[in-house]
């Protein structure tokens, strides 16, 4: 029963640092998508994917690039931190249209 | 932009008592809607949902009342149980979209 698994599930990067946020379902979903929650609100959506090869943009891309190589995995990069992209991190996935979105557990991104 | 606005940050009910949680909406777009539920340190899980061609759903101890002139929406619990202590999101979509807007969540607590 795994669901969405993200890793890490905490990191600490220092301003200008890159790393990637891993995701990986194991429902065969085809649709996945990259939130971020900042203190006190909603989630906001970074990227989405329809299908493995497929990608666009959300309400808050910029910063951020993502890859969709296979139906299983969704890495979101932050190739030059910015304090403005330390929150918590969800990844989510859905089977299509409609259904039901799930998230994984978050990862908490501190960027100093 | 707030396009779903959760406009009370916490409510604190009392174990046995009725819980209901508020949630307004600008894009009169949206014709589906969604309640979240958070636990720390967890990622969100889909509660109840309701159609825009609906005014009511109800799940067990959840109902989700829909007033589409008023733009609003409201999640009732009852019995509220301890264990409902945690945050709530109301979201909303378009049509067969599949990116959710979310609201910025209420943190319910139950006391014993």
């Known amino acids: 029963n795994a669901g969405v698994t993200q890793t890490p599930k905490f990191r600490i990067l220092k301003i200008g640092q890159s790393m990637t946020l891993q995701c990986t379902q194991d429902?065969?979903?085809?649709?996945m998508y990259w939130y971020r929650q900042d203190p006190g609100m909603g989630l906001k959506l970074i990227y989405y994917s329809v299908g493995a090869g497929i990608t666009d943009k959300g309400e808050v891309p910029n910063g951020y690039n993502v890859s969709r190589s296979t139906t299983e995995d969704f890495p979101l990069r932050l190739e030059l931190a910015a304090p403005s992209q330390t929150s918590v991190y969800f990844c989510a996935s859905s089977s299509g249209l409609g259904n039901t979105i799930y998230f994984g557990e978050g990862s908490w991104l501190t960027v100093v | 932009d707030q396009q779903v606005k959760q406009n009370s940050p916490s409510l604190s009910v009392q174990e046995g008592r009725i819980s209901i949680l508020n949630c307004d909406y600008t894009n009169s777009m949206f014709d589906y809607f969604l309640w979240y539920k958070k636990y720390p340190a967890e990622g969100p899980t889909f509660l109840i949902s309701?159609?825009?061609?609906?005014d009511k759903n109800e799940d067990g101890r959840f109902t989700v009342f829909l007033n589409k002139s008023a733009k609003h929406l409201s999640l009732h619990i009852v019995p509220s149980q301890p264990g409902d202590s945690a945050v709530y999101f109301c979201?909303?979509?378009?049509?067969?979209?599949?990116?959710?807007?979310f609201g910025t969540g209420t943190q319910l607590k139950v006391e014993l």
């Open positions: 309701i159609s825009s061609i609906k």
């Open positions: 429902m065969n979903h085809n649709y």
């Open positions: 979201a909303a979509k378009t049509g067969g979209g599949n990116k959710l807007t």
